[in-house]
Nanobody
Framework: QVQLVESGGGLVQAGGSLSLSCAAS????????MGWFRQAPGKERDFVAAINWNGGSTYYADSVKGRFTISRDNAKSTVYLQMNGLKPEDTAAYYCAAGNVWGEMRVVVSPFNYNYWGQGTQVTVSS
């Protein structure tokens, strides 16, 4: 069992930065793939970024590539999402997720491949 708690969301002006954290409980964090997803009101939950168990492989959605960076610290059982150059269209609830599979991007971007989810943290970007 893995419990995930996100933090770091808030209100920021366009062009600003935020850093999200996701703290995990349980002994299996270091063996799990971790992902960040986001969901705006009335829209589906979309893939943002993912990282494999040791941080050696990452994927990003095209919409955030070059602006967001995912990282992890297995010693602290925490995954991070550094968000720079924020845009109003980045406004959403951001969720971290833990999964057991890794591979091609088509696998990593699917929320169905993640077993555990946090409660989410709201990010609002004003124009």
């Amino acid at each position: 069992q893995v419990q995930l708690v996100e933090s770091g969301g808030g209100l920021v002006q366009a062009g600003g930065s935020l850093s999200l954290s996701c703290a995990a409980s349980g002994r299996t964090f270091s063996r799990r793939a971790m992902g960040w997803f986001r969901q705006a009101p009335g829209k589906e939950r979309d893939f943002v970024a993912a990282i494999n168990w040791n941080g050696g492989s990452t994927y990003y959605a095209d919409s955030v590539k070059g602006r967001f960076t995912i990282s992890r610290d297995n010693a602290k059982s925490t995954v991070y999402l550094q968000m720079n150059g924020l845009k109003p269209e980045d406004t959403a609830a951001y969720y971290c997720a833990a999964g057991n599979v890794w591979g091609e991007m088509r696998v990593v971007v699917s929320p169905f491949n993640y077993n555990y989810w946090g409660q989410g943290t709201q990010v609002t970007v004003s124009s």
